[in-house]
Every structure is written in C-alpha cells, then in structure tokens.
C-alpha cells in the first residue's frame, strides 16, 4: 500500500487521451496479443509533458502556484509514428513533429523545473509520445513494420499525476488540473 502523505512524491505534467482514445489504443494492443513485453493498461494511457522526479512539500506549493503562468493552450498533435527506444526499451507511438504550442509548453515547464531546482530533462529534445509497452525488446525488430494506430490528441487540461508505485503495478493519481483555453 502507498502511503499518500510520504514525501517526496515522484511526480509528472501531462495529458490524459479521451475514453474512445484509450479504448483506440487498447484494442490494438489486444490484437497483437501478449508476449515478452509488458502492455501499458488503458488507464495508465497519457502523454508526458515534463517529468518532474521527486517533489518535497515546498517544491509541490511553488508549482502549483508556477503551473497556470505557463503557457495553457489548446493544441492538436497528431501521434502516426512507431517507435522503439532502446534506452528505456519501450514501445511507443509518437511523432517527428510537436505541435507549436505543445513545444512551447515544454520548453516553459522546463525553464520552470530549473527554477524550482528540480533536474532537467536528459534529452534536450522534446519528443511527445505515449508509451505502449514496456520491457519492450522483444518488439524491437516487429515493432516498426506494424501498421501503426493514427491518433490525434486534443488534450482540455494538463494535468500533475502523482506515479505511485502499487503491488498491482504504476498508478497515476491526478493531483491537479489546469484548463487549456
Ligand atoms: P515504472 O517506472 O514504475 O515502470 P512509469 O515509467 O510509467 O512506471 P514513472 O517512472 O514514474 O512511471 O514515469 C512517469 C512518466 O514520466 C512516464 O511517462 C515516464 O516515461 C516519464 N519519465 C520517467 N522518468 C523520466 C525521465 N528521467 N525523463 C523523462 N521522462 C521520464
Ligand atoms: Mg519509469
């Protein structure tokens, strides 16, 4: 059991998909069946705006207070593209191009991470993407021959998802949400 008052909490920005979304998603996971790797569960979805790693109390108020400052706007961003990362070996669907306002979003939360003195993002490149299937190495070769699911996110909020870890598995608690206008 997690207890949800221990600090710090290992926290990230993002995007939930819509139900129809998700169920998109799930059924094709479905199709291809089980194997070595791990799916991603319908609920668990999304698309990360900003890793955040572990937050103390004091670091969770100043962000709560930074995150509507950033710049909340609307945007589409389609996801057509099946990608293996070898590094986290994950299987993921994403996209060579970000949406303008998605990657100004991104560039500002980090600018805000270094702010608040919380680590900046290893990769210099912002690149959206929701995971798939994790302990993926099994689908390295496979993977990019599928034909891939074409999804266009559309997000109404952003999210601070809380990543607690179960006995069940990862669960993403939304701790906060702010309106994209
Ligand atoms: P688990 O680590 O338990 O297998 P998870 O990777 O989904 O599950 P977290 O590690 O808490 O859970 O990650 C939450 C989100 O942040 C995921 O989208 C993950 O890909 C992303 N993330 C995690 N670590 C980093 C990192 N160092 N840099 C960028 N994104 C990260
Ligand atoms: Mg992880």
Redesign the pocket.
């Known amino acids: 059991m997690t207890n949800e008052n221990t600090w710090p909490q290992?926290c990230?920005l993002g995007f939930a998909l819509s139900a129809p979304q998700r169920q998109q998603l799930c059924s094709w996971q479905q199709q291809l069946g089980d194997g070595n790797h791990r799916w991603v569960a319908s609920a668990n979805l999304?698309l990360?705006l900003a890793?955040l790693g572990q937050l103390q109390p004091s670091q969770m108020q100043q962000l709560l207070e930074r995150v509507p400052l950033l710049p909340l706007q609307r945007f589409s961003q389609p996801l057509t593209q099946l990608a293996y990362w070898p590094k986290p070996n994950i299987a993921c669907l994403t996209s060579e191009d970000v949406a303008s306002a998605l990657q100004q979003m991104a560039a500002e939360a980090q600018q805000l991470m270094h702010q608040l003195a919380l680590p900046a993002?290893?990769h210099s490149v912002y690149r959206p993407h929701i995971?798939l299937a994790?302990k993926a190495s099994s689908l390295a070769n496979s993977w990019q021959k599928l034909v891939p699911p074409q999804l266009n996110l559309q997000p109404t909020a952003l999210h601070l998802y809380h990543?607690q870890?179960t006995d069940t598995g990862?669960r993403y608690q939304i701790l906060n949400s702010w309106p994209l206008v």
């Open positions: 290992r990230f999304h990360t890793f993002s290893e995971t994790r990543s870890s990862v």
